[in-house]
């Protein structure tokens, strides 16, 4: 390890915050286009037209876009035009998805010949201090949503990057900052929501009206059979004190890592405990994987002051695992905006290139650990890397879709930069996938690869839970008017 420079303040001070993030390229204008009629609304590009291919490789945030063409793309402005859009598509026979800020790793917003409904434009954020609620479009990055709270001393679970919409974050789940506290995961914090139904009606669900489409919004991610206009978020008090360290290890001791996390995690109130395996970009590319790569231990705590949060966090720090990792940066202060602007880093591959992810809550955890070790070290591309979560807080509500998660979540991302090199990134990302599969016990419908097993896709909800999705969709979207979920990423 000696090679490794761990003491370079811009990749060390990067780890404080790192949690875990427009080409032409693959523009296919040959291919047969499925046409409609004119589409009389506002905003749209049909497939054809001039600026098609923009508008559509623009909806999937990363750079690798996925070959799938809808007939149309429509960005609404108001709720009645996003209506309106569901009422055109059930009478021109078109399926409809959705797009809230085009976050999702495998473009499920994409399909093919059906309606793209494009809802960027719905992003505003109103604060309510008084009863401790805002109310948020599903277009809203997890960044403004933090900073109009915290100018109220206000927080909420967002999404470690900044960049992050609401809407596909809350529908499949959340794993937010500070989730254990304010959670478990953040769509338990949605307390209602606007919906536009598959017959174009606006209707609001919350625990007083319309309960199934309440239990649903809260978990169903992108197999969704609506479209929510707009989140109402139950709110929690702004720490007043952030603090965060790094405790940087070979790769090879994730396992013991996160037994010791596991143990030591019902001791820590008012902590999140995140595991990143990453390759220091200051390493010599030459260097043998287990000296370029590392294992970062991040402990962050959300306490009411510095001395509550040095009591908290000293357990951690008088571990003997603490004292024999090869660096530790030590407890710094942080907000809520730094730890999310810092969730942007190009070194590191956090928010850009393109992208590859499958996720699992792991049972039991110490194999999945050792496996995805392992694995790590032979990623194709430096950017790649891999995000545990150790949960403090795992128990689920019975009123929502979402409905199996353990205390271990493991997420791969595969990040790489060049289109040559897609292929054998997405292969190293289905061999770890499938070397992790015995130790599932369910994934995370936001980032789960279904191109090599779709059946991860019922194996991401409890039997139950499953059962009564296909129950909702059947009432509710009884012709099948939205797209189900992405089966073949």
């Known amino acids: 390890m000696g090679r490794i420079d761990l003491t370079r303040r811009k990749f060390v001070t990067g780890l404080i915050g790192a949690g875990a993030g427009i080409s032409l390229a693959g523009c296919d204008r040959e291919r047969p286009v499925a046409r409609s009629?004119?589409?009389?609304?506002?905003?749209?590009?049909?497939?054809?037209?001039?600026?098609?291919?923009?508008?559509?490789?623009?909806?999937?945030?990363?750079m690798r876009k996925p070959a799938r063409y809808p007939a149309a793309i429509m960005r609404p402005t108001t709720v009645a035009e996003v209506g309106d859009a569901v009422r055109f598509a059930r009478r021109e026979g078109l399926q409809v998805t959705t797009r809230s800020g085009g976050h999702h790793v495998w473009g499920a917003m994409l399909r093919d010949d059906g309606l793209l409904v494009d809802m960027s434009r719905f992003r505003g954020v109103t604060v309510n201090p008084a009863d401790g609620t805002a109310t948020v479009g599903p277009a809203a990055w997890s960044d403004r949503l933090a900073r109009e709270l915290a100018a109220e001393n206000l927080a909420f679970p967002v999404a470690h990057c900044a960049t992050v919409p609401m809407g596909g974050y809350l529908m499949g789940g959340g794993l937010g900052i500070n989730?254990?506290?304010?959670?478990p995961l953040a769509c338990f914090s949605v307390i209602g929501a606007d919906i536009v139904t598959a017959d174009g009606e606006r209707v609001t669900a919350n625990a007083d009206e319309n309960q199934d489409l309440y239990w649903a919004?809260?978990?169903?991610?992108?197999?969704?059979?609506?479209?929510?206009?707009?989140?109402?978020?139950?709110?929690?008090?702004?720490?007043?004190?952030?603090?965060?360290?790094?405790?940087?290890?070979?790769?090879a001791r994730l396992a013991e890592l996160g037994d010791w996390l596991r143990g030591a995690a019902a001791d820590l109130p008012k902590t999140e405990l995140l595991v990143l395996l990453l390759e220091n970009p200051d390493a010599d590319p030459a260097a043998p994987p287990a000296e370029r790569k590392l294992c970062v231990v991040r402990p962050a705590v959300f306490a009411d002051s510095d001395e509550e949060a040095e009591r908290i966090l000293r357990p951690l720090a008088e571990h003997p695992l603490a004292k024999e990792a090869l660096f530790s940066t030590g407890l710094q202060a942080t907000t809520m905006q730094r730890l999310l602007e810092e969730s942007i880093d190009y070194q590191r591959g956090f928010g850009f290139g393109r992208y590859a992810v499958d996720t699992l809550w792991a049972d039991p955890p110490q194999p999945a650990l050792d496996v995805v070790a392992q694995e790590f070290l032979q990623a194709p591309a430096r950017k790649s890397h891999v995000v545990v979560t150790i949960k403090r807080n795992a128990a689920l509500p019975d009123d929502a879709a979402l409905?199996?998660?353990?205390?271990?979540?493991?997420?791969?991302?595969?990040?790489?930069?060049?289109?040559a090199d897609d292929r054998a990134n997405i292969d190293w990302l289905r061999q770890t996938s499938a070397a992790l599969?015995?130790?599932?016990?369910?994934?995370?419908?936001?980032?789960?690869?279904?191109?090599?097993?779709?059946?991860?896709?019922?194996?991401?909800?409890?039997?139950?839970?499953?059962?009564?999705?296909?129950?909702?969709?059947?009432?509710?979207?009884?012709?099948?008017?939205?797209?189900?979920?992405?089966?073949?990423?």
């Open 217 to 251: 919004v809260r978990g169903a991610g992108h197999g969704f059979f609506g479209i929510v206009t707009a989140y109402k978020l139950k709110l929690y008090p702004l720490p007043k004190a952030i603090r965060v360290n790094a405790y940087i290890y070979p790769v």
């Open 37 to 62: 009629a004119a589409l009389e609304l506002p905003q749209v590009v049909k497939r054809g037209a001039e600026d098609y291919e923009v508008w559509r490789q623009s909806m999937p945030w990363q």
């Open 437 to 489: 599969q015995p130790f599932a016990a369910g994934h995370s419908i936001n980032e789960l690869d279904t191109g090599a097993d779709p059946g991860k896709i019922e194996r991401t909800f409890s039997p139950e839970a499953w059962r009564r999705l296909g129950a909702v969709r059947a009432a509710r979207d009884p012709d099948g008017i939205f797209h189900g979920f992405l089966e073949s990423a």
């Open 179 to 183: 989730g254990d506290e304010w959670g």
């Open 403 to 419: 409905s199996q998660i353990t205390d271990t979540w493991i997420g791969a991302y595969a990040v790489w930069d060049r289109a």
